[in-house]
């Protein structure tokens, strides 16, 4: 036989390495990953499975109305004139093409109780400001909407900035604050049954939800709480030191909010029916997901005290451990499909090769955990698209059609290897630039901030909203400005797009 090629000699050198115990170690952890993540989301699925059906039952009995409440006595006068006030604190950032929209689901809830919305602004010279505006006036006569300029902040994220000058706006009898991303679309019963579940459970400190990304139909829309309900004299009073904790350096609503509810043991919820439609822009590019990302693990740089320090730098060591963990099996296992692919091709044998065909095993099983890992994935997102779709009957229908698996699958792999990349880049940098605004943290706290057209973005990353101008002409999608939308849609731990 003629000597072996050096490449060949190595990659029959990598595939017996990968066969060490170590290395099988490491693929069977991946399977169980890939397992672990599939039961999560069978879970959350029976659990929206279980609503569905609930709606359905509700429907067979006579009641029309089950998408805005299960019992349809509590759509009469007397039960709606009960209903506590909510006011809905919504901060902008940029217009893009599916704002307008989402706006009017918003402001055309049907909730029964006094209802205000508040859109707030850092200036006048945003695009979302002229639109919102003319939209307020198309619907001045039905709704109790208005738009705040707050300015620029300077102790923390210009986001939370705006959300503290929405409450400090709202009515002084509103019980309920709404805090609501613009680029989510609200279904007709939502904000009645967030309200419901609050004057159910007083003890609720905070509801959430969570996006179901929608792609748009090209090839990459596939690669994040997304509301949160709170009690408005939470703010008033400041509690738990609410307020200051979010004035005085902060960067993350969610995060903030999350480790001041750790902190005083209160309760966060997340009802079934919490799971809202969110359209992904149609040019997003790799850089705008990568921006994306970079603010996800930015988060982990934040934190209110040594508790939450050591909790996220928990978190950022197992997610990190995790998401390579994840990614090894799939390049061991390319190792193994390629050793076996030179060997058929040469006409080696296994003998020769130095290698035995236990690689191709462990191939098998990892094919095997993915297969169960994406069935599962695409059951509970077929059933959140059926539950979306029976909560806004009168919106155009969801699909499942514009998903494609194969995408999800590559996804899944890059932003899981590309995450801890990000993780570290952002604990070393300690700065990030967010809708045109670069922060920088000190001590886990926002000590900079800088402002500059421009150098800063001229669109926010998943959305594709134009921060300082009017929509130009639409970018053309390249394969991989479609696929950073894949990852986006894959990514789905919070969400800080303004």
């Not at 859109?119 to 001045?140: C, G, Q």
């Amino acid at each position: 036989m003629s000597a072996m090629d050096p490449i060949d000699s190595l990659l029959f050198y990598l595939t017996g390495a990968f066969c060490s115990p170590l290395a099988i170690f490491v693929q069977i952890q991946g399977c169980l990953i890939c397992l672990i993540l599939a039961l999560g989301w069978a879970c959350a699925a029976y659990v929206r499975n279980r609503e569905i059906k609930r709606l359905k039952d509700s429907m067979q009995t006579g009641n029309s109305f089950a998408f805005l409440c299960h019992d349809i006595n509590e759509l009469d006068h007397f039960s709606q004139i009960k209903l506590p006030s909510v006011t809905v604190v919504m901060p902008l950032k940029g217009f893009g093409e599916h704002n307008l929209h989402n706006w009017r689901s918003q402001i055309t809830s049907l909730y029964g109780g006094p209802l205000e919305f508040l859109f707030i602004v850092e200036s006048t010279d945003d695009p979302a400001y002229h639109a919102v505006s003319r939209l307020i006036e198309d619907y001045k006569d039905e709704v109790d909407a208005k738009i705040i300029v707050a300015g620029h902040s300077t102790t923390c994220s210009q986001k939370i900035h705006n959300q503290l000058v929405g409450v400090e706006k709202m009515h002084k009898d509103s019980k309920y604050v709404l805090f609501l991303d613009d680029d989510v679309r609200l279904h007709p019963g939502s904000i009645g049954a967030l309200t419901a579940e609050m004057v159910k459970n007083p003890e609720i400190f905070i509801q959430t939800g969570y996006p179901l990304d929608l792609p748009s139909g090209s090839l990459g829309s596939y690669c994040i709480y997304e509301y949160h309900m709170m009690h408005a004299d939470d703010f008033r009073q400041d509690r738990y030191g609410v307020v200051s904790g979010l004035r005085d350096g902060g960067y993350s609503d969610d995060m903030t909010l999350a480790a001041i509810a750790g902190a005083h043991k209160r309760l966060i919820t997340s009802p079934p029916v919490a799971v809202f439609p969110h359209p992904l822009a149609s040019d997003l590019s790799f850089g705008r997901y990568w921006n994306y990302l970079r603010k996800q693990t930015f988060v982990l740089e934040s934190y209110t005290s040594s508790v939450n320090w050591f909790m996220n730098r928990a978190l950022f060591t197992v997610h990190c451990y995790l998401s390579w963990g994840f990614v090894m099996p799939y390049i061991m296992s390319m190792i193994h499909i390629t050793a076996a692919l030179r060997i058929y091709i040469k006409g080696y044998t296994f003998d020769e090769a130095g290698i035995t065909s236990s690689g191709l095993g462990l191939v098998a099983i990892l094919a095997t955990c993915t297969l169960i890992e994406l069935l599962s994935m695409w059951n509970l997102t077929r059933i959140e698209v059926q539950l979306c779709n029976m909560l806004s009957p009168e919106a155009p229908r969801l699909s499942l059609a514009s998903y494609n698996w194969g995408l999800v699958f590559i996804a899944m792999v890059v932003d899981n290897f590309l995450y801890p990349i990000s993780a570290f880049r952002s604990h070393f940098t300690q700065s990030i630039n967010w809708s045109g605004i670069r922060y920088h943290l000190k001590d886990g706290k926002i000590s900079k901030i800088e402002r500059s057209r421009d150098s800063g973005p001229k669109y926010t990353d998943l959305g594709g909203k134009h921060l300082y101008g009017k929509k130009g002409a639409q970018t053309k999608v390249s394969f991989i400005g479609s696929l950073a939308r894949s990852l986006a849609q894959w990514h789905q731990p919070k969400k800080f797009d303004s």
